[in-house]
């Protein structure tokens, strides 16, 4: 049973420049959750996806958007980097369909360095 | 506003002593999840318990167990007889019950970081 997946593992950017960051939720999940990890701190949520739209988003600007595919996968991208947006990106997936509450399960990350 | 506050940065213990990792939650909701994952140096957060605001029952797992009051707002995560793989960042997380299922954003700790010396 392959967990989530996220590619890429690492990604050299320069200030300015455009990324997509990638996910495939775990085997029957269907919910995608996206956060960033600065160094040092705990995630911060950025969106979850449900029904291929963005259910929630959380304090971050509109640089940073995503999407999701029928098959579940997602895609996170931020335009116009900014040296503050070099952290570790996680993306989560849980069941969100079900009647009672899932856990969220991790990928193992994309860390991005913007230079 | 939700909140997970760990205290705690950094624990250093020798192999085999039992350590304690505290947390303290802020949260408006009656129905909410919490959690603890651990996040060794490859990255990657690792799920070891999910709680519910109903459930105030102590859990043990192996070496392992947490203590969830409700009373203190807390839920405080024990390793017993810790070995050196246990090194690691542990984060304790809170989720409000999403309306489809899905939880809605889990809102993180700072971590706590955990040596173990051999």
């Known amino acids: 049973d392959a967990g989530v997946t996220q590619s890429p593992t690492h990604l050299i950017k320069t200030r300015g420049q455009q990324v997509t960051l990638r996910c495939s939720p775990k085997?029957?999940?269907?919910?995608v959750s996206w956060y960033q990890q600065a160094l040092g701190q705990g995630p911060q949520f950025i969106f979850q996806y449900y029904e291929e739209e963005e259910r929630q988003r959380g304090n971050f600007p509109d640089r940073f958007s995503g999407h999701q595919f029928p098959n579940y996968s997602s895609e996170l991208n931020v335009n116009a980097l900014l040296l503050g947006d070099s952290a570790l990106y996680l993306c989560a997936s849980e069941w969100g369909r079900g009647p009672i509450t899932d856990t969220q399960y991790f990928g193992p990350g994309t860390r991005l360095t913007v230079l | 506003a939700q909140k997970v506050t760990q205290a705690q940065t950094e624990i250093s213990v020798v192999e085999k002593e039992d350590v304690t990792l505290d947390c303290v939650y802020e949260t408006r909701d009656t129905t909410y999840y919490l959690f603890w994952y651990k996040q060794p140096p490859s990255g990657e957060l690792v799920f070891l318990i999910r709680?519910?605001?109903?459930?105030?029952q102590n859990e043990i797992s192996g070496r392992y167990s947490w203590n969830f009051q409700k009373s203190t707002s807390s839920f405080n995560f024990t390793i017993t007889a810790s070995q050196v793989v246990d090194s690691a960042v542990y984060f304790c997380a809170l989720s409000e019950a999403g309306t489809t299922g899905a939880n809605s954003k889990l809102t993180f700790g700072k971590g706590i970081t955990l040596s173990v010396r051999p």
């Open positions: 709680r519910n605001s109903f459930d105030e």
């Open positions: 085997s029957g999940h269907d919910t």
